[in-house]
């Protein structure tokens, strides 16, 4: 089963990634939809906490009913297997990725630290 999926979307001069991502995925250990909720609750948490703080991540958008997760039930594909997926919306940082940095430990730790100060 296709686990999780996500794609840049671009508009006007705005991008955005569109996350989907399935309930019982083997990413999140086959978890059911509740699980899979409170799962990417908490990831939108901490990046709002992390934004808080002031480094640079993405941050979940607000779907038209306010929410930030929107559930969709048999959608086909990997969200047809498990019955039910999740899709949310989220600003676009672009640049390099931080695995592609050969600095990376040094500039991840900077960031904790910046975490734990705040």
């Known amino acids: 089963m296709k686990q999780r999926c996500a794609t ?3 508009a006007g001069t705005t991008t955005y990634v569109l996350k989907i991502a399935a309930a019982e995925a083997e990413c999140r250990g086959f978890c059911d939809a509740d699980a899979t909720r ?6 939108n948490d ?3 906490l992390i934004a808080q703080a002031g480094v640079s991540v993405p941050e979940p958008l607000p779907a038209k009913d306010g929410g930030e997760i929107v559930r969709l039930e048999q959608l086909g594909g990997a969200c047809e297997e498990a019955g039910t997926c ?5 600003t676009f940082l672009g640049g390099t990725l931080l695995g592609d940095v050969p600095e990376y430990r040094a500039i ?9 100060r705040s």
């Open 86 to 90: 999740f899709v949310r919306l989220i």
């Open 46 to 48: 901490a990046m709002r």
């Open 108 to 116: 991840a730790a900077r960031a904790l630290s910046r975490l734990c």
């Open 38 to 43: 409170g799962m990417l609750e908490m990831e």
């Open 8 to 10: 840049q979307v671009v």
